[in-house]
């Protein structure tokens, strides 16, 4: 009972239209129609047919797609025929069709999805599963948040392959004889595909019909090769060889060779293992012959021959030069020649003593042959773009041929159609990213993917995927940074190192980029610190080059080479360092606006690079996307969406305008309208120009405390407008103007407009314990408190500074960066103290000028005391010395220690140290957990003071240096 129960449940959440095949009774059956994307009723008439699945099958009513089709069945079934003389569902499957016409049909988060009764514990289970394969774990996003990207693959090319090998051809067979591929039975599929990739005489056919599963088949049999913490030699000369036939006509496969040899064996491992000693390696019964793997080994040198000529060691195939097998010897003599970068006359020279002159013309017409079969091969993937390509669906479809992005490998990740190798997590990092996993899934969620965002989605992982460098243009707020952060969160890249970024501007030079020699603590001592350009190359990370068109023209010259040969010449250095796989190159420009166009500085130094590019250009978004994205991220605010857009497409003017948003044309626009749109474009042009940013940030600040059916919410939004929106303006009567626009739309009079324009002015209340601030309220400091109330501030409380604080007490509970921007004397600074004074916080006040560099924000090294160097030493000393050794007992040697100090008696202070670090180190202690990390300590300081031991050498006649943080930096840890 419960088998049949499944399979109703499961057919009901799929929502899928069968059709039964007719019977001579009934004619011909009827031809199969699209899925039907009504939702079901809620006693769907159910029919019966018999069969090894028992499947129940939904019915529609009335004629021909809902009219009763007769059902075959088995003669040993019990069934009983109406007044119609179709068949119904035996007694046994009418009480269950009974109990499922008794189930609640209910919603969770707004899902249609069946509830049973208590007793159908079977069925809720799977249909408990069957809701997460399709909505994911509870807290996830549902089918309104995300969209499902799906590959449909036909039945004739997993024929075709199938009856290329045989052992390929009963399992495929079996998935392809199913109507419907469940989940098990996908990853069977994908398991079998990456088995037959394997297989050298079909690696060439499923590598041209499977194109988008190509780089999900190849980490599977990696992620096989190295299953158990062993290798699996057979199955790695069996994916070199694969991948060796694919290398050519496919992109993905050289980067996910580059990646693979870096911690595995060469192709001609075989080589190392037959000359060592060691136990012989076992193979399969269809071992991979010798001639496959240097032909393998040929084909990577061709396609990357300085990276594979340093990676592998080559002098264990100069040997298989005298070998009897002459394919063996041909493809290894062109192997050495390649390694050992020999010209054409010394590698015509080279071949001609080992081969005679009918073998060299017999492989030169070999050659020809390969070439115009791998032109045959290129044009047989080309012919066919279109075909096996991801699609976006927003409602899964269990059907056969239909693969999900979910079946993929957690390897690999596809991003809007494109799949692109996932970054993996490193080993030290694993606990902190299980804690962040909700962070993360609430970072997804937030990003919504409207179409404009999805189309370039798409062209920026093409372009990774091809290892391209990219340029991201368009206005200001437009999400170009948002894009590529995106991205690599998609791809396993949340944060530094993976993902550097660089705000570049006209003081930037390529020293920051490149790297430069730093000081030590050490006098005379010089390191080479890389840059961050320097570190993403090397290591193969993904850097982000922020407003390329503000680049000098010495940092333009350092990106030409690596743009152009993928190399990065360090001057000074002679270094010129390979770009590693894995590295990515962004860069955003933005686009300036003038009379409604948007055009480039024409004086920058980057159009030098235009030829290197990938350039994506992004637009702003129109009316419906906007509405889409506020939908999306604030659902609380759905009651004043319409609102919200209305007066922030009214403030930007035709920015977000689009040629859909109305009916009427340009002639058609009323004239009053038309120049009150021209005079709200002025306005909004006045200040900064606002942007998408803009929009959000008033939306995080409404959300917070948004109640649609208080009487206060429009006057909420209202003062939170006039701070997003008009904070920025200079002239009274700009603001006093666009109140009126803001206020107009939420029906607030224009005298209440000018109340808070002109007249308002905010209390300010000291509590004990927090501080209102007209319609913010901030905590105080409780250690501060008795301090603050010692102290005395002056502070005259006239109603533009009681403004002020209101709005920095509002940024400050948001979390918003501020810039005050005034003349001099009209009370930025001290508006700030005084906020800091009542909430009890300490202020630092940095003075800026021309002159000021990163060193006055950050640190640096700097001529300091002995003392700064020794204090340090001395409390973890005295703190390790407690833990160890008894107090009382050494009250006298511990106040010798302390005598030392203070008189600066340093060299004596270092043999006590030293005396006893000796001591603890060589202290016999049991073997527990404390011990063990008690000694490690030790031996740690036992490192700082052969440190502090090689200063005090150095520094016996110069200046000691050490790195001084400055004081305010130390509060943003």
């Given at each position: 009972?419960?088998?049949?129960?499944?399979?109703?449940?499961?057919?009901?959440?799929?929502?899928?239209?069968?059709?039964?095949?007719?019977?001579?009774?009934s004619g011909?059956?009827?031809?199969?129609?699209?899925?039907s994307?009504?939702t079901?009723?809620?006693?769907?008439?159910?029919?019966?047919?018999?069969?090894?699945?028992?499947?129940?099958?939904?019915?529609?009513?009335?004629?021909?797609?809902?009219?009763?089709?007769?059902?075959?069945?088995?003669?040993?079934?019990?069934?009983?025929?109406?007044?119609?003389?179709?068949?119904?569902?035996?007694?046994?499957?009418?009480?269950?069709?009974?109990?499922?016409?008794?189930?609640?049909?209910g919603?969770?988060?707004?899902?249609?999805?069946?509830?049973l009764?208590?007793?159908?514990?079977?069925a809720?289970?799977?249909?408990?599963?069957?809701?997460?394969?399709?909505?994911?774990?509870?807290?996830?996003?549902?089918?309104?948040?995300?969209?499902?990207?799906?590959?449909e693959?036909?039945?004739?090319?997993?024929?075709?392959?199938?009856?290329?090998?045989?052992?390929?051809?009963?399992?495929?067979?079996?998935?392809?004889?199913k109507?419907?591929?469940?989940?098990?039975?996908?990853?069977?599929?994908?398991?079998?595909?990456?088995?037959?990739?394997?297989?050298?005489?079909?690696?060439?056919?499923?590598?041209?019909?499977?194109?988008?599963?190509?780089?999900?088949?190849l980490?599977?049999?990696a992620?096989?090769?190295k299953?158990g913490?062993?290798?699996?030699h057979?199955l790695?000369?069996?994916?070199?060889?694969?991948?060796?036939?694919l290398?050519?006509?496919?992109p993905?496969?050289?980067?996910?060779?580059?990646?693979?040899?870096?911690d595995?064996?060469?192709?001609?491992?075989?080589?190392?293992?037959?000359s060592?000693?060691?136990?012989?390696?076992r193979?399969?019964?269809?071992?991979?012959?010798?001639?496959?793997?240097?032909?393998?080994?040929?084909?990577?040198l061709?396609?990357?021959?300085?990276?594979?000529?340093?990676?592998?060691?080559?002098?264990?195939?100069?040997?298989?030069?005298?070998?009897?097998?002459?394919?063996?010897r041909?493809?290894?003599?062109?192997?050495?020649?390649?390694?050992?970068?020999m010209?054409?006359?010394?590698?015509?020279?080279?071949?001609?003593?080992?081969?005679n002159?009918?073998?060299?013309?017999?492989?030169?017409?070999?050659?020809?042959?390969?070439?115009?079969?791998?032109?045959?091969?290129?044009?047989?993937?080309l012919?066919?773009?279109?075909t096996?390509?991801?699609?976006n669906?927003?409602?899964?479809?269990?059907?056969?041929?239909?693969?999900f992005?979910?079946?993929?490998?957690?390897?690999?990740?596809?991003?809007?159609?494109?799949?692109?190798?996932?970054?993996?997590?490193?080993?030290?990092?694993?606990a902190?990213?299980?804690?962040?996993?909700?962070?993360?899934?609430?970072?997804?969620?937030?990003?919504?993917?409207?179409?404009?965002?999805?189309?370039?989605?798409?062209?920026?992982?093409?372009?990774?995927?091809?290892?391209?460098a990219?340029?991201?243009?368009?206005?200001?707020?437009?999400?170009?940074?948002s894009?590529?952060?995106?991205?690599?969160?998609?791809?396993g890249?949340?944060?530094?190192?993976?993902?550097?970024?660089?705000?570049?501007?006209d003081?930037?030079?390529?020293?920051?980029?490149?790297?430069?020699?730093?000081?030590?603590?050490?006098?005379?001592?010089?390191?080479?610190?890389?840059g961050?350009?320097?570190?993403?190359?090397?290591?193969?990370?993904?850097?982000?080059?922020?407003?390329?068109?503000?680049?000098p023209?010495?940092?333009?010259?350092?990106?030409?080479?690596?743009?152009e040969n993928?190399e990065?010449?360090?001057?000074?250095?002679?270094?010129?360092?390979?770009?590693?796989?894995?590295?990515?190159?962004?860069?955003?420009?933005?686009?300036?606006s003038?009379?409604?166009?948007?055009?480039?500085?024409?004086?920058s130094?980057?159009?030098?690079?235009?030829?290197?590019?990938?350039?994506?250009?992004?637009?702003?978004m129109d009316?419906?996307?906007?509405?889409?994205?506020?939908?999306?991220?604030?659902?609380?605010?759905?009651?004043?969406?319409?609102?919200?857009?209305?007066?922030?497409?009214?403030?930007?003017?035709?920015?977000?305008?689009?040629?859909?948003?109305?009916?009427?044309?340009?002639?058609?626009?009323?004239?009053?309208?038309a120049?009150?749109?021209?005079?709200?474009?002025?306005?909004?042009?006045?200040?900064?120009?606002?942007?998408?940013?803009?929009?959000?940030?008033?939306?995080?600040?409404?959300?917070?405390?948004?109640?649609?059916?208080?009487?206060?919410a429009?006057?909420?939004?209202?003062?939170?407008?006039l701070?997003?929106?008009?904070?920025?303006?200079?002239?009274?009567?700009?603001?006093?103007?666009?109140?009126?626009i803001?206020?107009?739309?939420?029906?607030?009079?224009?005298?209440?407009a000018?109340?808070?324009?002109?007249?308002?002015?905010?209390?300010?209340?000291?509590?004990?314990?927090?501080?209102?601030?007209?319609?913010?309220?901030l905590?105080?400091?409780q250690?501060?408190?008795?301090?603050?109330?010692?102290?005395?501030?002056?502070?005259?409380?006239?109603?533009?500074s009681?403004?002020?604080i209101?709005?920095?007490?509002?940024c400050?509970?948001?979390?918003e960066?501020?810039?005050?921007v005034?003349?001099?004397?009209?009370?930025?600074?001290?508006?700030?103290?005084?906020?800091?004074?009542?909430?009890?916080?300490?202020l630092?006040?940095?003075?800026?000028?021309?002159?000021?560099?990163?060193?006055?924000?950050?640190?640096?090294?700097?001529?300091?005391?002995?003392?700064?160097?020794?204090?340090?030493?001395?409390?973890?000393?005295?703190?390790?010395?407690?833990?160890?050794?008894?107090?009382?007992?050494?009250?006298?040697?511990?106040?010798?220690?302390?005598?030392?100090?203070?008189?600066?008696?340093?060299?004596?202070?270092?043999r006590?140290?030293?005396?006893?670090?000796?001591?603890a180190?060589?202290?016999?202690?049991?073997?527990?957990e404390?011990?063990?990390?008690?000694?490690?300590?030790?031996?740690a300081?036992g490192?700082?003071?052969?440190?502090?031991?090689q200063?005090?050498?150095?520094?016996?006649?110069?200046?000691?240096?050490?790195f001084?943080?400055?004081?305010?930096?130390?509060?943003?840890?």
């Open positions: 009972m419960s088998q049949g129960v499944c399979s109703c449940a499961r057919n009901f959440h799929r929502r899928e239209t069968r059709w039964a095949e007719g019977s001579p009774a011909p059956a009827e031809p199969p129609i699209a899925r994307r009504r079901w009723s809620l006693r769907p008439p159910i029919t019966w047919r018999g069969g090894d699945s028992r499947r129940f099958r939904r019915r529609g009513g009335g004629a021909g797609a809902g009219a009763a089709l007769p059902l075959r069945s088995r003669s040993r079934s019990r069934s009983r025929a109406d007044d119609a003389g179709r068949r119904v569902l035996p007694p046994r499957v009418l009480r269950l069709s009974r109990r499922l016409r008794g189930c609640r049909f919603s969770p988060r707004g899902r249609s999805c069946w509830r009764p208590r007793a159908s514990s079977a809720r289970g799977v249909l408990r599963a069957l809701r997460r394969e399709r909505w994911g774990p509870p807290g996830a996003a549902g089918p309104a948040d995300m969209e499902h990207l799906f590959l693959v036909a039945a004739a090319p997993l024929r075709l392959l199938a009856a290329k090998n045989e052992k390929s051809r009963s399992e495929l067979g079996r998935f392809l004889a109507q419907v591929w469940t989940p098990q039975d996908r990853q069977c599929i994908l398991n079998t595909l990456a088995q037959l990739l394997l297989d050298k005489d079909c690696t060439v056919l499923v590598g041209r019909q499977l194109r988008p599963l190509l780089l999900d088949l980490e599977r049999n992620e096989a090769i299953a913490g062993q290798v699996n057979d790695h000369e069996r994916l070199c060889v694969s991948m060796s036939k290398i050519c006509n496919h993905d496969i050289l980067p996910f060779a580059l990646r693979y040899f870096k595995t064996s060469p192709v001609f491992q075989r080589l190392f293992l037959e060592s000693d060691a136990n012989p390696v193979y399969g019964r269809r071992r991979m012959k010798l001639r496959d793997l240097m032909e393998a080994a040929y084909k990577f061709q396609q990357d021959q300085s990276v594979f000529r340093e990676l592998w060691d080559w002098s264990v195939c100069v040997p298989l030069l005298r070998s009897h097998d002459t394919l063996v041909w493809y290894t003599a062109n192997c050495l020649a390649l390694v050992t970068c010209n054409e006359e010394h590698k015509l020279s080279f071949l001609k003593k080992i081969f002159s009918e073998e060299l013309i017999h492989f030169r017409l070999r050659l020809l042959e390969e070439a115009q079969l791998q032109d045959l091969e290129k044009a047989l993937v012919a066919n773009p279109e096996s390509l991801w699609r669906e927003k409602e899964l479809q269990y059907l056969q041929g239909h693969l992005s979910a079946d993929l490998s957690s390897r690999v990740t596809a991003v809007c159609g494109v799949v692109l190798p996932g970054q993996p997590p490193v080993p030290g990092e694993q902190s990213n299980r804690s962040s996993s909700r962070e993360q899934e609430l970072a997804f969620r937030s990003y919504v993917l409207v179409d404009s965002i999805c189309k370039n989605l798409q062209t920026l992982a093409m372009a990774v995927a091809s290892q391209n990219v340029l991201l243009e368009g206005p200001i707020g437009c999400g170009k940074t894009l590529v952060e995106h991205l690599g969160a998609m791809t890249r949340r944060k530094p190192p993976q993902l550097l970024k660089v705000q570049l501007g003081q930037t030079d390529s020293k920051m980029l490149l790297g430069m020699y730093r000081c030590t603590d050490v006098p005379g001592e010089f390191v080479w610190q890389p961050t350009l320097t570190q993403a190359v090397t290591k193969g990370h993904w850097i982000l080059l922020e407003d390329i068109d503000y680049a023209l010495d940092v333009v010259s350092v990106l030409i080479p690596l743009l993928g990065l010449l360090i001057p000074g250095r002679g270094d010129c360092l390979k770009v590693a796989p894995g590295f990515q190159f962004f860069a955003t420009r933005r686009l300036l003038c009379g409604g166009n948007w055009y480039r500085p024409l004086n130094h980057a159009t030098l690079l235009d030829k290197y590019w990938t350039k994506i250009h992004m637009d702003n009316k419906t996307e906007l509405n889409e994205v506020l939908q999306n991220r604030y659902p609380s605010l759905l009651a004043v969406t319409d609102h919200l857009l209305d007066i922030y497409i009214q403030l930007t003017g035709e920015k977000h305008h689009s040629c859909s948003d109305s009916s009427v044309t340009c002639e058609q626009v009323p004239e009053e309208f120049e009150a749109r021209r005079e709200n474009k002025r306005l909004s042009l006045e200040g900064r120009e606002l942007s998408l940013r803009d929009l959000l940030n008033w939306c995080n600040r409404i959300v917070h405390c948004f109640d649609s059916l208080s009487s206060s429009s006057l909420n939004i209202f003062q939170e407008a701070d997003c929106f008009t904070a920025m303006l200079s002239k009274h009567t700009s603001k006093l103007k666009m109140a009126e803001i206020g107009s739309k939420l029906n607030i009079s224009k005298k209440k000018e109340f808070f324009c002109q007249l308002y002015k905010p209390e300010i209340v000291i509590n004990e314990l927090d501080v209102q601030v007209g319609r913010v309220r905590l105080r400091k250690s501060e408190a008795v301090h603050i109330q010692r102290e005395k501030f002056t502070f005259a409380p006239t109603r533009p009681s403004v002020l209101e709005q920095l007490a509002v400050v509970s948001k979390g960066p501020v810039l005050l005034g003349e001099t004397g009209t009370g930025k600074t001290s508006t700030v103290q005084y906020l800091a004074h009542i909430t009890g916080h300490r630092r006040v940095v003075n800026m000028n021309q002159q000021s560099d990163t060193a006055d924000l950050l640190g640096g090294y700097k001529p300091v005391d002995r003392k700064l160097i020794w204090l340090p030493l001395w409390e973890a000393f005295e703190e390790l010395f407690a833990q160890t050794f008894s107090k009382k007992q050494n009250f006298t040697f511990l106040g010798h220690i302390q005598t030392c100090y203070r008189q600066k008696r340093w060299q004596d202070l270092l006590l140290m030293q005396h006893v670090h000796k001591s180190v060589n202290k016999d202690e049991k073997e527990s404390t011990g063990l990390l008690l000694k490690e300590k030790w031996e300081f490192l700082r003071l052969n440190h502090a031991q200063q005090m050498k150095m520094t016996e006649n110069a200046l000691l240096f050490a001084v943080e400055v004081f305010w930096f130390s509060y943003l840890g």
